[in-house]
């Protein structure tokens, strides 16, 4: 299975901030959004970074005095992993348990296709594996002609 049929079942919309935003704000768009991470873009939608729950977490412990007034932009990772739309799940669900990551920006072309999340690559590789069961069981119980 390639990534492209996680993003036609998910949709392609990713929610995004700006390096201005606060960290107090972030926290407000994942609780709205029921998201675990968000890219961190400027004015022209060029990518900088991606800042996740961990993020927040730590900048909560580290920099608690200044928290209302820090921005995305002192705790976002900026060494992003990114993949394409034609990347097999196999190797998306690799990088990411390498990588101890959660979510992988999808980029085709310079273009951003989306967001997935070890959510969405468990989800797909359930459904993959609850198809081949159902096979496996028929060819078992000889409902197969031959």
């Known amino acids: 299975m390639k990534v492209k049929e996680i993003l036609a079942t998910k949709g392609s919309r990713v929610v995004t901030v700006e390096k201005s935003t606060t960290v107090i704000d972030a926290m407000t768009i994942f609780s709205a959004n029921r998201i675990g991470s968000l890219l961190v ?8 970074g991606i800042i ?4 927040v977490l730590m900048a909560v412990v580290n920099h608690l005095e200044e928290i209302k007034t820090l921005t995305v932009d002192k705790i976002m990772t900026t060494d992003l992993i990114v993949a394409t739309e034609d990347d097999d799940i196999d190797y998306i669900l690799a990088i990411m348990t390498e990588n101890r990551i959660r979510h992988i920006p999808i980029i085709t072309n310079k273009e951003l296709k989306g967001l997935v999340s070890i959510g969405d690559v468990v989800k797909s590789q359930l459904k993959v594996m609850d198809i081949e069961n ?13």
């Open 41 to 48: 873009v400027d004015k022209d939608e060029t990518i900088h």
């Open 52 to 55: 996740g729950a961990k993020d």
């Open 134 to 146: 159902k096979y496996l069981k028929d060819y078992i119980a000889d409902k197969y002609p031959g």
